[in-house]
C-alpha cells in the first residue's frame, strides 16, 4: 500500500513538471502551435529593426506610430501588427498592400509614410469578386473567405488627407501587372487571399517589386491559415523568412545578393 502511495505521489509531480515545462514552453514559443517543424525561425521585433529595441520603459519614443484601435475591425491587423508595419512605414517611400479590405491598414501606413510615400493597394469588390481564379488545390473554404472579404467599394482612407498618397487598385492579384513597380518598394504587405496559390502568386510578384533592403511582411502566418503557414515554410528553405514573436506576421528583409 505504502508502495503504491509512494509510486502515485512520483507519478503526480512528474505529471506537474511536465505541465509546467509544456506552458513555460508555450509562453515561450508564443504565436507558435506547440508542436510544430516549420523552418521559419521566431524573432524579436529588434532583430529585424535596431528601432524596435527596448530599454528600461519598454519600446522607444521613436516607434511612436498613430494607429486606430482593432477591435470592431474586420478581418484586420491586431494592434502589435498594425504597429511594426506603421514603424516601418515611417521610413518607406513606396509601399505595397496585397489586399485592401476595409483600408484600415492601408489608411494607417499612409498616416505614418512620409508626406510624399505612395502607397500602393490592390483588392477584389464584389463586382471584380468573379475574376477570382482559385488554383487546383486551393480548397473552397479559401475562395469564400476571399470573397467574404471583397465587400467593400469605400475605403477608411477616402475622402481623408491620406488619400492623395494611395494608388488603389480593383483587380484579382494574380492578374496585376506589377512592371511599375519593379525594384521600387520599400515595404510589401501580402494580405490577400491565403489561398496557397494566391500566396505564392502574391509573393513572387512582391519578390520582383521589392527593393534591396527592403522588407515583405505576410499576415496571419499561423496553422489556421494553410495556405499561407505552407508557402511560408518552404519559402524558408530558400529565403531567410522569420516569424515575429506574439504576431501572426511572416517577414523577409529582401537582400539581392
Ligand atoms: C484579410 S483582408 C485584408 C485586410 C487588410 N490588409 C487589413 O489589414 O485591414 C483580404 C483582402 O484581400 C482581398 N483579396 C482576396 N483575394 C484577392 C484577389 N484574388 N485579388 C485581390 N485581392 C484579393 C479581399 O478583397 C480583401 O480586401
Not at 134 to 156: C, H, M, R, V
Not at 181 to 200: E, M, P, R, T
Not at 228 to 233: R, T
Request: hydrophobic share 40%.
Amino acid at each position: 500500500m505504502l508502495l503504491l502511495t509512494i509510486i502515485l505521489l512520483i507519478f503526480i509531480i512528474l505529471l506537474l513538471f511536465s505541465l509546467s515545462f509544456a506552458f513555460r514552453e508555450r509562453r515561450r514559443r508564443k504565436g507558435r502551435p506547440f508542436f510544430d517543424n516549420s523552418p521559419v525561425e521566431l524573432i524579436e521585433a529588434s532583430d529585424i529593426d535596431p528601432i524596435f529595441a527596448s530599454n528600461e520603459f519598454g519600446p522607444s519614443i521613436n516607434t511612436e506610430t498613430l494607429l486606430i484601435g482593432d477591435a470592431g475591425s474586420f478581418a484586420s491587423t491586431n494592434l502589435t501588427e498594425a504597429w511594426i508595419l506603421c514603424v516601418l512605414a515611417k521610413s518607406a517611400s513606396t509601399i505595397f498592400e496585397f489586399g485592401t479590405c476595409s483600408g484600415r491598414t492601408t489608411y494607417m501606413l499612409a498616416r505614418n509614410a512620409p508626406e510624399d510615400a505612395t502607397i500602393g493597394t490592390i483588392t477584389l469588390t464584389p463586382e471584380t469578386a468573379k475574376n477570382y481564379q482559385a488554383g487546383s488545390d486551393d480548397p473552397d473554404l479559401w475562395s469564400k473567405q476571399a470573397l467574404i472579404e471583397s465587400n467593400y467599394t469605400k475605403f477608411l482612407y477616402s475622402d481623408t488627407n491620406e488619400e492623395k498618397k494611395i494608388r488603389q487598385f480593383l483587380g484579382d492579384s494574380k492578374t496585376f501587372d506589377e512592371h511599375e513597380w519593379i525594384n521600387q518598394c520599400d515595404l510589401i504587405f501580402i494580405d490577400g487571399s491565403h489561398a496557397y496559390s494566391y500566396v505564392k502568386s502574391d509573393t513572387e510578384k512582391s519578390m520582383r517589386m521589392i527593393k534591396n533592403n527592403g522588407f515583405i511582411i505576410w499576415h496571419d502566418f499561423s496553422p489556421a491559415c494553410p495556405g499561407v503557414w505552407n508557402y511560408l515554410s518552404e519559402l524558408a528553405t530558400q529565403y531567410p523568412v522569420k516569424h515575429i514573436k506574439g504576431t501572426r506576421l511572416g517577414i523577409l528583409k529582401f537582400t539581392n545578393n
